[in-house]
């Protein structure tokens, strides 16, 4: 039973790989960055002046992506966003 989602996300990584940003609440450690490997840290003050975190990483397929999750999980992080865009390769 595959969802449209799971179809989309399927669809996009066997083209490439699928740029996530991962917003959770709160700050992280600098040495967290250490264990998530390849992956942009952003923090920031969200409308509601609450501190966000932003993880940019490459995702390679959905196991790789519910590591991620599961590793910040563990950690006690807050998930408030996840948000995921398509590296496409170059037309022409």
């Given at each position: 039973m595959g969802t449209k989602s799971n179809e989309h996300f399927n669809a996009s990584t066997q083209q490439g790989l699928a740029t996530y940003e991962i917003g959770i609440e709160g700050e992280i450690p600098s040495y967290w960055p250490d264990y998530l490997d390849a992956i942009v840290v952003i923090q920031a003050v969200d409308a509601s002046h609450t501190m966000m975190t932003l993880l940019r990483c490459k995702i390679r397929d959905q196991a790789?992506?519910?590591g991620i999750l599961n590793l910040l999980c563990s950690w006690g992080s807050i998930l408030m966003s996840l948000n995921m865009s398509l590296?496409?390769?170059d037309a022409g």
């Amino acid at each position: 039973m595959g969802t449209k989602s799971n179809e989309h996300f399927n669809a996009s990584t066997q083209q490439g790989l699928a740029t996530y940003e991962i917003g959770i609440e709160g700050e992280i450690p600098s040495y967290w960055p250490d264990y998530l490997d390849a992956i942009v840290v952003i923090q920031a003050v969200d409308a509601s002046h609450t501190m966000m975190t932003l993880l940019r990483c490459k995702i390679r397929d959905q196991a790789q992506l519910i590591g991620i999750l599961n590793l910040l999980c563990s950690w006690g992080s807050i998930l408030m966003s996840l948000n995921m865009s398509l590296n496409r390769p170059d037309a022409g």
